[in-house]
């Protein structure tokens, strides 16, 4: 989607500090961290929301997740993390690009 800022991040047109890619997935420190390694995971692929994404999109998704949370709460130091989406406006979703926090 050409006015989609998350995919412009993974097609390099905006700037981002990467932390993991692979095939199917971009993993990214968020620009407004909450906390410390505040890392945002997304797929390449455009897909709204998590309703909009297919299951074996989701489960990529999730296996990234799984890989790189652990760096993260050991470089942060973090007892633990939350992964986190906001699915739809009222949710607090504010860029519509399927995409997880994971917040140390």
Do not use: W
């Not at 932390?19 to 968020?30: H, K």
């Not at 455009?46 to 470089?75: S, W």
């Amino acid at each position: 989607m050409e006015d989609c800022i998350f995919c412009k991040i993974v097609s390099g047109e905006i700037p981002s500090q990467r932390l993991y890619e692979d095939d199917d997935t971009f993993v990214f420190l968020d620009i407004n961290p909450l906390q410390e390694g505040h890392t945002l995971v997304i797929p390449k692929i455009h897909t709204r929301d998590l309703f909009d994404t297919d299951a074996e999109v989701y489960m990529k998704i999730m296996k990234a997740v799984q890989q790189v949370g652990p760096a993260i709460k050991t470089v942060t130091g973090a007892e633990g993390f939350n992964v986190i989406a906001n699915v739809g406006s009222a949710a607090g979703q504010t860029v519509f690009h399927t995409h997880f926090h994971i917040v140390p």
